[in-house]
Nanobody, 125 residues
Framework: QVQLVESGGGSVQAGGSLRLSCGAS????????MGWFRQAPGKEREGVAA????????EYSTSVKGRFTISQDNAKNTLYLQMNSLKPEDTAMYYC??????????????????WGQGTQVTVSS
């Protein structure tokens, strides 16, 4: 049904920037709730940023607030995560997630029903 494909990951030095993209397709309705999650080896999946209400509301985890920006191009059904001032602790596999029928934001993995395969982000010191 819904397919999410992440891109833009890579390796960067601390203090650098990356922009992740997530293309969404296959849903009959609009992609109202979308988010970015990350998971480092040996750790649980963590909500990073979320966008909802057709892009009108945003939510960020404390660890990335002020450094990351989530945005959405509704015409293209594409989600973005601009990551600035990257730190080594940002190193993780980053996943795009969507809940097309829901409208608010959430940083809980259980509130999303579609997931991409992930893109690796590695930040070196």
């Amino acid at each position: 049904q819904v397919q999410l494909v992440e891109s833009g990951g890579g390796s960067v030095q601390a203090g650098g920037s990356l922009r992740l993209s997530c293309g969404a397709s296959g849903a009959s309705g609009s992609f109202n709730r979308m988010g970015w999650f990350r998971q480092a080896p040996g750790k649980e999946r963590e909500g990073v940023a979320a966008i909802g209400n057709r892009g009108r509301v945003r939510e960020y985890s404390t660890s990335v607030k002020g450094r990351f920006t989530i945005s959405q191009d509704n015409a293209k059904n594409t989600l973005y995560l601009q990551m600035n001032s990257l730190k080594p602790e940002d190193t993780a596999m980053y996943y795009c997630a969507a809940a097309p029928a829901l409208f608010g934001t959430s940083l809980l993995p259980r509130d999303y029903n579609y997931w991409g395969q992930g893109t690796q982000v590695t930040v070196s010191s």
